[in-house]
């Protein structure tokens, strides 16, 4: 099984946008968001390294050099100016040396700098997702909503990811800015898609934004991600983005099914 | 079959007064400035469409029917 996935990591050519066995890394990128938690995360690993490797060769040649049969004597040093200045200044640098591109992540994550181009709804029930487009319609009736249910476990077919796959997949355009509304109807949720990198809590009464633009067209997988009930491993989330213009003509001919 | 309606693919703007992630306030304050608008202008008024799309762009059906109801009994909470 552990083969299986590492083939999957690096012998496939297909992007890795749901979660597999044995996974130990992110899912593939698909928003510059996620592409920013990425390389932030191999920033803050390569500070990581090098403290683990310091720290490591300290310990090992403390007990090394330091024990009753190498050292019967103990010395008695309880003070040192100078080391007590280098080993506050020096975490402090390698601290602030991870606080800058946090920071500039975390904020450039929570800025809307662009007018998005469509507001989609994802409304967290005890156990399904409504989705709403809300964008078409002249009254207040008429908006295009659909329910999200999830795929029972012994209903999926071949090719189906099990306890991942949704009756009725969010469709959203690619290279498109997206504002996501987050908000549940009963019990707090959380709308989470691994790949564009979002992790939104759905609040009581309260309506969350988050911005995303997906680079790329494909399917992704996501999962509740607050506990919400028994059946909280059960409400997967699946987007799938296409082009701007089949976007439009399935949004078109969703509009149609719902007034007939 | 039924025409096929043309999508355009547009939504509300953003708005600088909401610049958070909490948008609850900004729904709750369009469908305000709709229902006073068109209080002011008259059911149907062209100048009023940019509120109706904010409001029915951000704010969950659930909520826009509730208040609707609320209204209806007088109980709503808004200066309205
Ligand atoms: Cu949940």
């Known amino acids: 099984m552990i083969l299986r996935s590492l083939e999957c990591r690096f012998l496939t050519i297909a992007l890795c946008d749901a979660a597999e066995p044995w996974q130990l890394g992110s899912q593939d990128a698909a928003t510059p968001m996620m592409q920013g938690i ?4 191999h920033d803050i690993f390569f500070f990581l ?14 007990l090394w050099h330091f024990n009753e049969q190498t050292n019967p004597i103990p010395q008695r040093i309880v003070h040192g100016t ?9 975490p402090s640098v390698i601290l602030l040396f ?7 992540l ?10 998005p ?20 319609n002249s009254s207040d009736e008429q908006s295009l909503t659909f329910d999200s249910y999830t795929i029972p476990e012994d209903d999926p077919e071949l090719g189906q990811s099990r306890l991942l796959e949704v009756d009725n997949r969010v469709v959203v355009p690619a290279k498109t800015h997206l504002r996501m509304i987050v908000t549940p109807a009963d019990v707090p949720h959380s709308w989470a898609v691994p790949s564009s990198g979002v992790k939104c809590d759905a609040v009581p009464g309260r309506s ?3 911005s995303i633009s997906v680079q790329r067209e494909g399917v992704y997988y996501g999962q509740c991600s607050e506990i919400c009930g028994t059946n909280h491993a059960f409400t997967p989330i699946v987007v799938e983005a296409v ?17 007939n | 079959m039924a025409e096929k309606p043309t999508i355009k693919v547009e939504t509300t703007p953003g708005d600088w007064r909401f610049p958070s992630a909490n948008q609850t306030k900004r729904c709750f304050t369009c469908y305000i400035e709709y229902n006073k608008c068109i209080e002011a202008k008259g059911e149907g008024s062209d100048e009023c469409t940019k509120y109706a799309k904010c409001y029915r762009s951000l704010c969950p059906g659930e909520w826009i029917e509730r208040w609707k109801e609320q209204r209806a009994n007088g109980t709503f909470a808004g200066p309205l």
């Not at chain 1, 990425?38 to 995360?41: E, F, G, N, R, V």
């Not at chain 1, 991870?98 to 500039?104: G, L, R, V």
């Not at chain 1, 181009?117 to 078409?136: F, P, V």
């Open chain 1, 82 to 90: 100078t080391i007590e200045i280098i080993r506050t200044i020096f």
């Open chain 1, 38 to 41: 990425i390389d932030l995360h």
């Open chain 1, 49 to 62: 390294i090098l403290i683990l490797v310091f720290v490591s060769r300290m310990l090992v040649r403390a």
């Open chain 1, 98 to 104: 991870i606080a800058i591109p946090s920071f500039a």
């Open chain 1, 117 to 136: 181009a469509i507001t989609i709804k994802a409304i967290g029930h005890q156990w399904y997702r409504t989705y709403e487009y809300s964008d078409y």
């Open chain 1, 243 to 259: 082009t701007l213009k089949d976007y439009a003509d399935w949004v078109s001919n969703q509009l149609i099914l719902q007034t």
């Open chain 1, 208 to 210: 969350n934004l988050t």
């Open chain 1, 106 to 115: 975390l904020y450039s994550m929570d800025g809307v700098l662009v007018d």
